[in-house]
């Protein structure tokens, strides 16, 4: 039976923090995947969480030169960005940190390791440092700015930064995250001379990993258009399969990346692009890329915005699947571990889209309510202070011709103030303005009004 992802009744509702969890069939398919579950459950963390941290670190410590071969399309690097989700004090960070200690870079590697991320400037920088070279005029030793690492992984905590850079105007954050996930050039060519720093296609990987309360998710999400969050995978903080009796550390993930003589054996693959070595892909896998890419190519079939990426993830995932269990080539097992992966990480997404509403949708309410409440009290404040006037109106006249006036008659005179006169008439006599006297007749009583013990000021 292939793994598959398993919803979870109790934790179906949608409150983006727990829509789905991977089962046994899926964590058992490979020792690898129970270790990754067994580190994350012995410190009592999500399984999935810790897992999306893995597979970016691997994707951060992998040659450079390793690629997606172009089945459709371009080829593509193997950077991954791997949101964690969950609401305050549950645990996104500790998973990241379990995920860096599983998986230590190794000592031999050059890589900018857990870096917090700023700019997309100060991310394409932490590539370079300044060496020493021979100037080819002069002959003299000068200092120059080069690019002198290709690896490196990024964790951003609760991923505020990275929405309030991002968003702010000509940032660059974004973008450059956007072009790192497929391996583009980044860099900026309109920065001054001594300030431009261009990193090459294909001569980086990175693993970026977004620590994210739920609701602050928005921001990434309103950047669809962009396409952010398609390129990112989405696992939830909160496991409802962590056990209530952990099983014991389990040691460091015994997993190292792939040598370089094994990258270079795949440079004569029959996709050879300059220095770039494609991961070999089983043809079934071709077959079906192929033949869902051409359906969206004839306009046959349309992908949802934020499914935009679908693919190119799940080949990915594929891939890195397929480096951690120690080969460089995606058999059908790989592509079928990568699927109950994205279908776990589409289900977050959504939640955390519904919760995003959801929030949406209260903070409007509670807008609304307070809004709905100032013009209530506004009405109160306008007809009080209509209640006082007639008061006020009703007092003038009795002090005026204080032998003249009975309620009968001051309703004829003051017409448009009908609808409080009777208010108006019962604040004047308790504040002393008037007095109210009723002289009984053959008919109705007649109520009439006198001077009080003081006129209104």
Known sequence: ???RTQADPEAAKPTGEQPTTLDDDFWGARAHLKHIRDAAHSRQRSAPAVLGVTLARIAAMVDHRLRIPPIVGADAGLSLITA???????????????GTQLLPAPATLDIADQLPIGTGEGMVEIFFEMVDETDEETGKPKKVKKQVRHNAFFYVDEGQVLSEIGTRKNATLL??????FTGATLGQMNASEERRRILPAGSYTVGVVVALQTVLAGALLEDAEGGTPQRMLWFPA??????????TWPGLLPWQPPTRDAVNALRDDGWLIGEDAHLTVAESIQREIRAADLRRARGEETTELLDAHEGLVKLKLAALLSILDG???????????AA????ASNETRNSVVEAVKQDGARREAEQSNRLARRAAQADVAVGERRVIDCSRKVAEKVWREPDRWTVAELRRSMSRWRDVLDEGVEHAVLEGWVVEKVESGQ????????RGEKRPS
């Not at 909160?238 to 099983?247: A, G, H, L, M, S």
């Not at 008919?443 to 006198?450: D, I, P």
Request: hydrophobic residues 35%; charged residues 25%; neutral net charge.
């Open 84 to 98: 964690v989700l969950a609401p305050p004090g549950v645990g996104k960070s500790t998973a990241s940190h379990i």
């Open 443 to 450: 008919g109705a009583s007649k109520r009439l009004l006198r």
């Open 340 to 343: 109950c992966l994205k279908e």
């Open 238 to 247: 909160i496991d409802t399969t962590i056990p209530d009796n952990p099983p």
């Open 175 to 180: 973008p450059t995250i956007r072009s790192a």
């Open 1 to 3: 039976m292939p793994p």
């Open 327 to 337: 080969r460089l080539d995606i058999n059908e097992e790989d592509w079928q571990l």
